[in-house]
């Protein structure tokens, strides 16, 4: 699939909240953790976080983000207020849009960050 090219937003160019803070965090840390490609960290609109990284097996082919937003859905969440991706990718991946829209619909915003957490754009689902 083609990546979405990420978009700079203003509104959403700015991860100085500390709950996006957190969502930066998480996904760092679940990257590092398991040392996968990407970490992603997602919240929804009770405010509870879902962090997941790149699963890559043989079998089972999962970018962090769906991991994060299986986590969200098998816990109840009936959708997402922002999304975290970090990692060493450009661009936002089609794939992580297309799930998180199926999820929770459009407008929420998709973040990515290099691995040293800095914002390197931000789209809308």
Do not use: I, W
């Not at 990407?38 to 769906?66: F, H, I, M, N, S």
């Not at 794939?95 to 407008?107: C, H, I, K, T, Y």
Request: hydrophobic share 45%; aromatic share 2%; charged share 25%.
């Amino acid at each position: 699939m083609p990546d979405e090219t990420v978009s700079d937003l203003p509104e959403l160019a700015d991860l100085s909240d500390p709950d996006d803070k957190k969502l930066v965090t998480l996904a760092r840390t679940s990257r590092a953790r398991t040392r996968a490609l990407e970490g992603a960290c997602v919240r929804d609109q009770d405010g509870r976080t879902y962090a997941g990284a790149t699963v890559g097996l043989p079998t089972l082919q999962l970018t962090a983000v769906q991991v994060a937003v299986a986590m969200a859905v098998t816990s109840g969440a009936r959708g997402l207020e922002a999304v975290v991706v970090l990692g060493d990718a450009s661009a936002v991946n089609e794939a992580d849009l297309s799930v998180v829209r199926d999820f929770a619909g459009e407008g929420v915003a998709v973040h990515l960050t290099a691995p040293d957490g800095t914002l390197v754009g931000s789209v809308r689902s």
